[in-house]
């Protein structure tokens, strides 16, 4: 057992939350000397890329975040287990023990393991077969040579956007893969039955077996005999040698509880991201801020600006990051902006257009959007986005927003010419100038380069020239014939 | 010697036609200028020979022949009499002047009292004898120039990655043969339209967050939020390594940095990217696309990615994505910057930048030093060291720790530099501000004294291209009895301060020579040119070293880092670089963007292009592009009038709708002057390394301005004309429009009567007064 030094910042957590506090502190101007204790024994990683690594497109050492900046040590593989309030003490599973002057929980989230018979061993492990998507370890378990090349199945538990991820990039590498889900289609919490559809077509074109509508009801894990099942409450049963749970996550409180900190569904914090002990800050997947925990990454960053700022400069308040949903699947995008029909609002555009797999949905109060889903529209998905995050109005014209063009006025890019249409941009000849130098002889490239210099730039316009050349001299060639 | 001996005078024998350049942009087109009819004129003509316009020519490149018949020509020496109006004197009365009020303020504050600004529009010769005559006759370490302003954050990038920069370390020909090229901010076909010759062929890839004539011809055109650029750019790094078109072999065997860029760009998956630059997932996957499927690739940047407070980082990002392809230091590939002035390579390289010293040597570096010494005739000690970056030398003047006088040469900063009413504001608390020009620029207006230089048609020099290609410019006309050349001034000056004269030649030729040793042995070695091979039609970029007597000469350095990049190890550098906003988001007080740049018929701060009169009439005024949704929420309409705000100044402009441009941004260009500049509204926050101003993205409001416009034939000098009653020019100088040091605030520019407020026009159009006119001897 080792007593270290008191830290003035002790962060419990090496997640992208952590990650961040520790990069915007420097930027803020903090200097104080920071520990992190991990409990993963890899350095931080970007959790947001793990179905990256899933689908193979990144190998796993590429997902590391850069080392932080500063006076800060990062000590992997520690595992928090108890903080002591009272002497400002964290004790560690080794038995080390790190006090500080102030800490921050940035512990996260764990997968959420439903009540299902079989699901768990005896001692609440989880059972054997059973997996997780939570962390580079279970990444690397599902994706080990030896399972991907056997093309192993793979049943995932949950069509949440996590599970939909998950199935594009197992079946990306080849993998069978199967979808269960209680509800009649995919992302049900946050898609309407059309959007859902054109989801689960996108699912079954991609080689996933999507099975909705039904709940599952027991597990039994594979043995020697018999294959693993999951149960459902219509009575099938599906093989699922290896159960990938998707089922939703809870924040990571056993710690904060334990001390005593005030915790409902995540730890509690303030507008200064400060639980119910000054000298303790939690932020991101294990806190809960206004009733509302994050659970995404762009509110866990939002957080840790926040607290940033507070710690440097005494700052309250957090920018409520906007929520965006933006899943990776095979083809055309995917995004949900906000959480559609959960407001009212002034008035909702609707396109659904199955054909081609595109669908839009936007909720709009004002000029300003309050909701969307976007499948299939990707040039209207970049600017929906962009103009949800910030808040700025929509187009007058809203099917031009969906179709992602500009409306065209006559005079820009349009193809109708007049006299006054500038052909040659470079030396500023118009249609009329071009006309005029024909008519006083120049009838040639060359005669109306030398008369009205266009072409003479960057030579763009000598197509165009030449086919005014043309239409004049048959304009001219039937008006002398007639 | 007559004109037609010289062995710059056109092959065909022409009498009278010497074969130079173009007076404006870093393209530099080859020309044939010839005596014109009128008097003192003279006619251009592209010289079909020169391969980087190969007989292309713009209107501005066409009409530069009015500069040399301007009729506001300025003709005398002009000093500021104790009433405060600028009057005709003549030289020795105006360099004595300057002499005593610099011997006077030296003496009294110390020599870094004195500051000079110089330009990226003067020859080689004359930024070498600027800076020399900084560092020696006023022994002062203030001295900068308007590159600063330019291309500042590429050169700082480019440096750090292939430990030189030169604009393209290619010929501009080579991308004629390109497959795909990124444009990262920057918009030829305005700026430089016969480059777009060499881009025809290519498909093009061009990030803008305005749909400009170079993005209209783009095959893929990426539009991102203004100030969003270097995430753009990590995200394209992001997909090009987890799509797998890293040229490993390339990026192990050349460069250095690898994992700690990716580390960074890691972060930046396209998703990620899409929502804070707004630029679609399915165009970022295409770009990448494009540019691993070429065989020939070049990534090119411009001011759109460099003018702002991250630029430096931001180009070091495009610098990363074509270090990751394997493209720099190829044939057929590579990174380039399109340099935007004249002389804006050769200007960076010879000693009128505030940190360098020439040869493109740091001021910093001992052996730089004690070379430069050496070719000086002085002791290192004496030369001082690194003084402040342009934007800090100009909002330092007249404070307490500040310069208190400037000499200006080459450079209009009252318009061209950002938060212009600062620094209007600056140069008006000086003690003294000395402006060399040939046009009374709105600076020249500001000053003490004024002196008339000579002009591009009317001088001997070189300038170096956006290739690093050295060529020369050749004097056609005598100039008016007059002009003097800069480097006559500086001659002149120097004598009067008590230098050695033998220090300061007049002969460009034998400036040149000077310059060659300075540079011998440093990045830009220019030391084995000289005018008789540049006069035998030799095609010569830097470095071109003298070599052995006996030996054959170098044959210069077209293309670099063929065999290496010039860090000690051979190897360029990856850059490890992070996204951040801008220095100002837009907010609700102030929520647009606004861009600023320029147009075709217009060229940097306008002193010159306004005064001709073809391309004052194309493009005559301040005007800003709006998208129509924007315009009817602020209820503006096309033609009409606006008003628009940042945080540090206002600016009027006339309405253009553009339903192509983003709804959250607005364009300006930033060519004219008074109350139309742009430079009003920009920002002033720097690039920690470059200290290039974030001149690409401030946060604005635009609302209707309550203005009657002028005429269409009025301009900002017809104003004062009409203010003072057109009877104010009567021969002998300025006391009546209005040139007082105060004079440029109180011209009714920032005047709340509308009668009096007018949007500021480019002048010189039409047949009206021009107000300098009579101010001739």
């Known amino acids: ?482 | 010697m007559s004109d037609r001996t010289r062995p710059g005078a056109a092959r065909d024998g022409d009498a009278g036609t010497v074969r130079t350049h173009c007076p404006y942009c870093a393209l530099q087109c080859g020309t044939l200028l010839s005596r014109g009819d009128a008097a003192g004129g003279a006619e251009v003509r592209p010289d079909p020979e020169f391969p980087v316009n190969s007989g292309g020519l713009c209107q501005k490149g066409w009409t530069a022949p009015a500069l040399l018949t301007t009729p506001d020509r300025i003709r005398t020496p002009m000093v500021r009499d104790s009433g405060g109006t600028l009057r005709p004197t003549d030289w020795d009365t105006a360099l004595d002047t300057v002499a005593a009020g610099l011997t006077r303020i030296r003496a009294e504050h110390g020599p870094d009292a004195v500051g000079v600004f110089g330009g990226g529009g003067l020859t080689n010769e004359k930024a070498y004898l600027l800076g020399k005559f900084a560092r020696l006759a006023l022994g002062t370490s203030q001295i900068d120039y308007n590159g600063r302003f330019c291309m500042s954050s590429a050169a700082a990038a480019g440096n750090a990655a292939f430990g030189l920069d030169r604009g393209l370390p290619f010929p501009v020909t080579d991308l004629a043969a390109a497959d795909v090229i990124l444009l990262a901010g920057a918009n030829p076909a305005e700026t430089m339209p016969p480059l777009m010759r060499h881009l025809s062929a290519a498909q093009l890839i061009v990030i803008d967050p305005r749909r400009t004539p170079t993005a209209a011809r783009a095959a893929l055109h990426l539009q991102p939020r203004p100030g969003t650029d270097l995430a753009l750019a990590l995200g394209l790094m992001h997909i090009l390594v987890v799509d797998g078109h890293t040229d490993r072999a390339y990026v192990e065997r050349r460069t250095t940095g690898f994992e700690a860029a990716w580390k960074r760009a890691a972060s930046w998956w396209p998703e990620r990217v899409e929502k804070v630059t707004g630029v679609p997932v399915s165009d970022q996957r295409e770009a990448v696309r494009m540019l691993a499927a070429a065989g020939r690739a070049y990534v090119l940047t411009g001011r759109g990615a460099e003018q702002h407070s991250k630029g430096t980082d931001t180009v070091a990002a495009f610098i990363n994505i074509a270090l990751a392809l394997g493209l720099p230091g190829r044939e057929g590939g590579g990174y380039g910057c399109l340099t935007g002035q004249g002389n804006g390579q050769g200007g960076r390289e010879h000693g009128q930048k505030a940190d360098q010293l020439p040869g493109y040597r740091m001021i910093t570096d001992p052996v730089a030093r004690a070379h430069v010494a050496g070719v000086w005739g002085v002791d290192p000690e004496v030369i001082p060291g690194p003084g402040r970056s342009a934007y800090e030398l100009l909002s330092a003047l007249g404070t307490d720790t500040g310069p208190r006088a400037l000499l200006v040469f080459g450079a209009n900063p009252v318009v061209s530099a950002p938060r212009a009413d600062r620094v209007a504001e600056c140069l008006s608390s000086l003690d003294l501000l000395v402006v060399a020009d040939f046009v009374p620029s709105e600076t020249a207006r500001m000053a003490d004294v004024v002196l008339p230089v000579t002009q591009w048609a009317e001088e001997e020099g070189t300038m170096t291209n956006l290739e690093g290609r050295i060529l020369r410019r050749r004097r056609l006309l005598d100039p008016p009895p007059g002009a003097r050349s800069d480097l006559a001034v500086l001659h002149d000056l120097a004598i009067r301060l008590g230098d050695r004269p033998e220090r300061y030649p007049t002969e460009p030729r034998a400036v040149f020579e000077e310059l060659g040793r300075a540079s011998r042995g440093g990045p830009a070695d220019y030391s084995g040119i000289g005018y008789d091979r540049l006069d035998a039609g030799e095609t010569l970029h830097w470095p071109c070293p003298r070599t052995a007597d006996g030996e054959p000469a170098h044959p210069g350095t077209p293309r670099l880092f063929l065999d290496g990049f010039a860090h000690a190890d051979g190897r360029a550098r990856f850059a490890e670089v992070e996204h951040r906003p801008p220095a100002e988001e837009a907010h609700a007080e102030h929520p647009l963007y606004a861009t600023t740049g320029r147009v075709l018929a217009q060229y940097q701060s306008g002193a010159q292009t306004r005064r001709v009169p073809q391309l004052a009439a194309a493009a005559p005024e301040a005007h800003v592009e709006v998208h129509p949704d924007t315009a009817a929420r602020a209820g503006l309409t096309e033609g009409g009038h606006a008003r628009v705000s940042s945080a540090r100044g206002t600016t009027l402009a006339r309405v253009r709708l553009d339903p192509t441009l983003r709804a959250d941004t607005v364009f300006l260009p930033f060519h004219f002057p008074g109350a139309g500049r742009a430079n009003l509204l920009t920002n002033d926050a720097l690039d920690p390394r470059s200290r290039m101003p974030e001149f690409k993205v401030c946060a604005v409001r635009i609302e209707p301005a309550e203005l009657e416009f002028p005429e269409s034939d009025a301009g900002s000098d017809d104003i004062e004309d009409g203010r003072f009653d057109g009877d104010g020019f009567d021969g002998d100088g300025f006391e009546r429009d209005g040139f007082e040091r105060d004079g440029f605030e109180g011209h009714g520019f920032a005047d709340d009567d509308a009668a009096d407020v007018v949007l500021a026009s480019a002048s010189g159009r039409g047949p009206g007064p021009a107000p300098l006119q009579d101010a001739r001897p």
């Open chain 1, 1 to 482: 057992m080792t007593t270290h030094p008191t830290a003035p910042l002790l962060v419990i957590g090496n997640g992208p939350a952590a990650h961040q506090i520790l990069d915007r502190l420097r930027h803020f101007g903090c200097e104080d000397p920071v520990t992190v204790l991990g409990a993963e024994d890899t350095p931080a990683y970007h959790r947001a890329l793990l179905t990256s690594a899933l689908d193979g497109s990144l190998p796993v050492e590429a997902m590391e975040l850069p080392p932080p900046p500063g006076d800060t040590t990062i000590r992997t593989g520690v595992c928090a287990v108890r903080i002591d309030r009272l002497r400002r003490r964290v004790h560690t599973a080794d038995g080390d023990v790190f006090p500080y002057a102030r800490l921050i929980l940035a512990t996260g989230a764990t997968p959420l393991l439903p009540d299902l018979p079989g699901l768990r061993t005896p001692d609440g492990s989880p059972a054997a077969g059973v997996a997780v998507l939570r962390t580079l370890a279970d990444c690397a378990r599902l994706t080990d040579p030896a399972v991907v090349a056997a093309r192993t199945p793979v049943t995932i538990l949950g069509a949440g956007s996590l599970g939909v991820e998950a199935a594009f990039a197992l079946a990306l590498k080849n993998r069978p893969v199967t979808l269960v889900h209680p509800r009649p289609w995919p992302m049900d919490h946050l898609l309407d039955a059309a959007a859902g559809a054109l989801v689960r077509d996108r699912l079954t074109a991609a080689g996933v077996e999507l099975v909705a509508g039904s709940p599952a009801t027991a597990y039994t894990p594979a043995t020697a005999d018999a294959p693993g099942t999951l149960t459902l409450a219509d009575g099938s049963a599906v093989p699922a040698d290896t159960l990938l749970l998707c089922t939703g996550v809870l924040p990571e409180t056993g710690l904060a509880r334990t001390a005593g900190l005030a915790v409902r569904t995540g730890i509690l914090v303030d507008d200064c991201m400060r639980t119910d002990d000054p000298l303790i800050h939690a932020l991101g997947d294990c806190a809960e801020h206004r009733g509302s925990r994050g659970g995404s990454l762009a509110s866990g960053w939002a957080q840790a600006e926040a607290l940033a700022r507070h710690l440097a400069s005494g700052a309250r308040g957090v920018a409520p990051a906007r929520r965006v949903l933006r899943p990776r699947i095979a083809g055309p995008g995917l995004v949900v902006l906000g959480i559609p029909g959960a407001a009212p609002c002034d008035e909702t555009i609707t396109l659904n257009d199955p054909a081609n797999g595109r669908y839009a949905r936007l909720e709009l109060t004002g000029e300003h959007i309050t909701a969307a889903v976007l499948l299939g529209f990707d040039r209207a998905i970049a600017t929906t986005t962009e103009l949800y995050v910030h808040d700025a109005p929509v187009p007058r014209d809203r099917l031009s927003l969906l179709l992602g063009r500009a409306p065209r006025l006559a005079k820009a890019g349009s193809a109708e010419v007049t006299a006054e249409t500038v052909i040659c941009l470079c030396n500023n000849v118009t249609h009329h100038d071009l006309t005029q130098a024909w008519h006083a002889g120049a009838h040639g490239l060359a005669e109306l380069a030398d008369a009205t210099r266009a072409t003479t730039g960057c030579g763009g316009c000598a197509r165009q020239v030449e086919s005014i050349c043309t239409a004049l001299a048959s304009t001219s060639a039937a008006a002398s014939g007639s």
